[in-house]
């Protein structure tokens, strides 16, 4: 995710406080992806320094904070950004794909309950999510987006968890392979008197 887009997004229209900033955030987004105004803070200084916000004409309120606004290389970037697709290279790495990789690797841990766990987790989730989903927010769309978007990742994981089951049951009780398999092939003697 990209608070800096985010908050380039948000000033958008008019110049904003960084406490506004944070709390329109996470109205968009429905809290899901809380942020701490100390991000806020220093995401607005770095932007600041590339040149995509600056201090507003009327910078101050009563009580000392400072207000930004937009730039016209912060409106290019913006653009650029919702022009551009998200690519999967570009998300995090999927931390629950490497753990299921390593827990594979090191011996003595029990992978499938390792799967069941995270498939229960995960379906308690996916259960609080649809709560959420039939709460009285139905208006706004921008958060059941997001919400939606929460749901259908969710889905998405356990029909992972259950393939990767799948394929545990599938491959239990072959035997592994010889570390000599590994190894690059002995030199064929015959060619190694010519």
């Not at 969710?154 to 990767?164: K, N, P």
Request: glycine letters at 6%; one cysteine or more.
């Amino acid at each position: 995710m990209s608070i800096k887009h985010g908050l380039l997004a948000l000033l958008r229209e008019e110049p904003k406080y960084g406490y506004q900033l944070r709390g329109e955030f996470e109205e968009a987004t429905g809290a899901i992806w809380p942020l701490n105004i100390g991000q806020v803070y220093t995401t607005l200084t770095r932007l600041e320094r590339d040149g995509l916000v600056r201090a507003a004409a009327e910078p101050v309120a009563d009580d000392g904070r400072s207000r930004y606004e937009i730039t016209d290389a912060g409106r290019a970037e913006l653009a650029v950004w919702f022009e551009t697709p998200v690519t999967r290279e570009s998300r995090p790495r999927d931390e629950l794909a490497i753990k299921l990789a390593l827990a594979l690797a090191a011996p003595g841990v029990d992978v499938s309950a390792v799967v069941q766990r995270q498939r229960a987790a995960t379906m308690q989730s996916l259960q609080e999510l649809t709560r959420l989903k039939r709460g009285d927010r139905e208006g706004e769309i921008s958060w059941l987006l997001v919400l939606e978007s929460m749901i259908f990742a969710a889905e998405a994981e356990i029909r992972w968890l259950d393939h990767c089951e799948a394929m545990l049951l599938r491959h239990r009780g072959r035997p592994a392979k010889p570390p000599e398999q590994y190894a690059e092939p002995a030199a064929d003697p015959a060619e190694a008197n010519r």
